[in-house]
T-cell receptor, first 109, second 114 residues
Framework: AQRVTQPEKLLSVFKGAPVELKCNYSYSGSPELFWYVQYSRQRLQLLLRHISRESIKGFTADLNKGETSFHLKKPFAQEEDSAMYYCALYGGATNKLIFGTGTLLAVQP | DVKVTQSSRYLVKRTGEKVFLECVQD?????MFWYRQDPGLGLRLIYF???????EKGDIPEGYSVSREKKERFSLILESASTNQTSMYLCASSLPRGGGGGYTFGSGTRLTVV
């Protein structure tokens, strides 16, 4: 079965601290993984995708097939990073995105 | 710059009413989706459509139906609203094959059923 697990509902860190939002997936094929972000009162938007291997707003995520993980990391958190973050898996066979339950990141001043 | 528009930001309806949630996209996307977003449950797919007049059930289709008569419009219908359908509803669109995961979301409709 295809599944995305985000074990933390809430992650609270202080400004300047490192951040790691965890995401694990279950998928039998070759996965395509994404991180979406929703800032307060804004629409859900794509943050980054693993195939691009890019850094967006200082965030990076590396696909680890051995551990079936796609954790989102940032070395120094900023207050404006406070938002809800969703990990998502694109299942080619089903042709749709499967989302995790989300992690609320709260960056304290 | 708005590309996926949901007709209402907030709606309050009574139990048993028939409710229509409208979504329009201007990007000529083939795929359109309806999700509901609930705290602790994430985004759950209700219905999706790959083309005009085509629809497929998602993970939680019970109590809902959809209509796609034109490529740009995808409507979600609650045949008889119930209090457990109180939620945030998100519409999204994408190119075929998920568009590389690039879903574009609307701002959401917060529906309250009383």
């Amino acid at each position: 079965a295809q599944r995305v697990t985000q074990p933390e509902k809430l992650l609270s860190v202080f400004k300047g601290a490192p951040v790691e939002l965890k995401c694990n997936y279950s998928y039998s094929g070759s996965p395509e993984l994404f991180w979406y972000v929703q800032y307060s009162r804004q629409r859900l938007q794509l943050l980054l995708r693993h195939i691009s291997r890019e850094s967006i707003k200082g965030f990076t995520a590396d696909l680890n097939k051995g551990e079936t993980s796609f954790h989102l990391k940032k070395p120094f958190a900023q207050e404006e990073d406070s938002a809800m973050y969703y990990c998502a898996l694109y299942g080619g066979a089903t042709n749709k995105l499967i989302f995790g339950t989300g992690t609320l990141l709260a960056v304290q001043p | 710059d708005v590309k996926v528009t949901q007709s209402s930001r907030y709606l309050v309806k009574r139990t048993g009413e028939k409710v229509f949630l409208e979504c329009v996209q201007d990007m000529d996307h083939e795929n359109m989706f309806w999700y509901r977003q609930d705290p602790g449950l994430g985004l759950r797919l209700i219905y999706f459509s790959y083309d005009v007049k085509m629809k497929e059930k998602g993970d939680i289709p019970e109590g809902y139906s959809v209509s796609r008569e034109k490529k740009e419009r995808f409507s979600l219908i609650l045949e008889s609203a119930s209090t457990n359908q109180t939620s945030m509803y998100l519409c999204a669109s994408s190119l075929p094959r998920g568009g590389g995961g690039g879903y574009t979301f609307g701002s959401g409709t917060r529906l309250t059923v009383v």
